[in-house]
């Protein structure tokens, strides 16, 4: 008898395809559960002061209002 022939195709792949599915889903909840910086975008854990200065960088502020913002928010 071959070993494709007995019966591993049918349990066999089954139980691994079973695991598999069970991994993925423990993968998902965590990620639900545990969000990451990635998760959201990276936004939750940056300082006002962080995010003043990235768009500066990005160009979306002018030197003016970059130092009034910044002055504003070191006062606080």
Request: net charge neutral.
């Given at each position: 008898m071959h070993w494709w022939s007995s019966g591993f195709w049918q349990g066999g792949s089954s139980m691994i395809f079973g695991?598999?599915?069970?991994?993925?889903?423990?993968?998902?909840?965590v990620r639900l559960?545990?969000?990451?910086?990635?998760?959201?975008?990276g936004q939750g854990?940056?300082?006002?002061l962080d995010i003043l200065q990235r768009r500066y960088a990005q160009g979306e502020?002018?030197?003016?209002?970059?130092?009034?913002?910044?002055?504003?928010?070191?006062?606080h």
């Open positions: 695991w598999i599915a069970l991994l993925i889903a423990i993968v998902f909840l559960l545990w969000p990451t910086g990635a998760a959201t975008g854990s940056e300082r006002p502020l002018g030197r003016e209002e970059y130092l009034r913002m910044r002055e504003d928010l070191m006062k």
